[in-house]
């Protein structure tokens, strides 16, 4: 089992920055983000698989960026220049080879 806890969520004006946090109960290699905008079905934003060869969708390439600190067990979501747009619950994910874990999602809201 593995417990994923998400922090870092929030309201931000177009343009600004969030940090989202998951920090995860033991050590996961391949650990990633997903978010589900209002109205829509969950999609993948970001993912850092096993290689740490990191994986953006074509939204999130320039403007976030993934990425881990293996001391604490903790992924992050580094999100510059939001948009309206990226209004979404955002979800941690962790996938140890024979599960996948959720997080319990945080909220993002970017206002024009």
């Known amino acids: 089992q593995v417990q994923l806890r998400e922090s870092g969520g929030g309201s931000v004006q177009a343009g600004g920055s969030l940090r989202l946090s998951c920090a995860a109960s033991r050590n996961i290699k391949a650990m990633g983000w997903s978010r589900r905008v209002p109205g829509g079905q969950r999609d993948l934003v970001a993912a850092?698989?096993?290689?740490?060869?990191?994986v953006y969708k074509d939204f999130a390439k320039g403007r976030f960026t993934i990425f881990k600190v293996d001391t604490n067990n903790t992924l992050f979501l580094q999100m510059d220049n939001l948009k309206p747009e990226d209004t979404a619950v955002y979800y941690c994910y962790a996938n140890d080879g024979g599960s996948l874990y959720w997080g319990q999602g945080v909220s993002v809201t970017v206002s024009s």
């Open positions: 850092l698989p096993r290689n740490n060869d990191a």
